[in-house]
């Protein structure tokens, strides 16, 4: 289900869920949002993350079965275990518009019910009576439209437009008594939320982030890494430290002869014998967004490649037999700690073939 937004930047297909919070925690930042929305959509739920200058401020899971029944306490696990989900980038450009999405994942539901079982006009005309501030939401189907109320007034309203397929947001009163008259005998799903300190403190809030302290990407980054530290030791053991950094710098030319702004900082150092792989995480701006999460490990997985190919012609069987067990009981492990990352090893397995 869509809501307010002003233009969409970004839309990846099939995108795997367990790096949302790997997108939310990159892409987003990079892209340089003042206001902006992440909705991940898998069935019938969605996810959405609001987007501060470039930090994540609340996230919200909905879920909606058909047009009568609305689920609020859907887990985020759900949409992370999906396989695919439809991935949306939007920018928020109008303040106004995003401290509504703000109020409107932020207070609990005080209303809601399919459109014939509600006097849309007597619940506005309640409003004003009791001077409350109120969003009221209306349900067209997969679109949301939104209309703001302060102390009863009418402050504004927010509604797609089929024909443009975009938001547009609407000040004037006339014209949403417009709409509300166009309204058909059925009607849309009618959400309403009242916003008001007292009902936020007897309610139990969540701004629902801690999903993005689990960051797949990082993680995953680190195991390789890790794997690329060994094949450097198993080399410190068999030559020098000038002839291993003359070797590095010879493998990284190459590797930044392929993409020169993914690979352009690696460097090897003579006085700590380290490489700064870190960098490549700096380095994934340069990326497209549809290969900087799952298929990001290619880059990796080339690296590697290069690694063990330079190990089969350097060390000697039993070194590169030594050097195969260590990566392979290094991914064991990481797969055996992180059931998220299933079926890793039988990737590795296919590259550890070079030694053997």
């Not at 990796?300 to 990566?327: G, H, N, V, Y």
């Amino acid at each position: 289900m869509i809501i307010p937004f002003s233009e969409l930047k970004l839309y990846i297909a099939d995108f795997e869920g367990k790096y949302i919070s790997s997108f939310v925690n990159d892409l987003a930042n990079d892209c340089g949002l003042s206001r902006g929305l992440v909705l991940a959509e898998a069935g019938n739920r969605t996810l959405y993350v609001l987007i501060s200058d470039g930090r994540a401020v609340i996230s919200k899971v909905l879920a909606f079965s058909g047009e009568e029944d609305l689920v609020t306490d859907v887990p985020v696990s759900e949409i992370l275990a999906e396989k695919s989900v439809d991935l949306y980038l939007f920018s928020i450009e109008n303040d106004i518009v995003f401290t509504w999405l703000t109020d409107f994942f932020t207070y609990p539901v005080s209303l809601y019910a399919p459109g014939r079982f509600v006097d849309v006009m007597k619940l506005v005309s309640s409003f004003a009576e009791n001077k409350e501030n109120a969003l009221l939401c209306l349900k067209h189907g997969s679109v949301m439209n939104v209309v703001s109320f302060e102390k009863g007034n009418f402050k504004g309203f927010a509604y797609f437009d089929p024909d443009a397929k975009r938001y547009v947001f609407e000040k004037n009163a006339v014209k949403f008594g417009s709409y509300l008259g166009s309204i058909d005998v059925s009607g849309p799903a009618v959400l309403c939320k009242k916003v008001s300190e007292k009902i936020l403190a007897s309610s139990f809030f969540s701004s629902g982030l801690d999903f993005l302290e689990n960051d797949p990407l990082q993680t995953e980054s680190e195991l390789y890494f890790g794997c690329f530290d060994l094949v450097f030791g198993a080399f410190a053991k068999v030559m020098p430290v000038e002839k291993l950094q003359q070797l590095s710098e010879k493998l990284f030319s190459y590797l930044r002869s392929r993409y020169p702004d993914f690979y352009s900082k690696l460097s090897f150092s003579a006085e700590t014998s380290a490489v700064n792989w870190e960098t490549m995480l700096d380095a994934r701006g340069s990326v497209a967004a549809e290969y900087r999460f799952g298929e990001y490990h290619r880059y990796f997985d080339e690296i590697l490649c290069l690694l063990l190919k330079t190990s089969a012609s350097l060390l000697s069987p039993e070194k590169k037999r030594q050097l195969a067990l260590d990566i392979g009981e290094k991914i064991r492990r990481f797969e055996e700690e992180n059931r998220d990352f299933s079926g890793m090893f039988d990737r590795f397995d296919k590259l550890l073939k070079i030694l053997r």
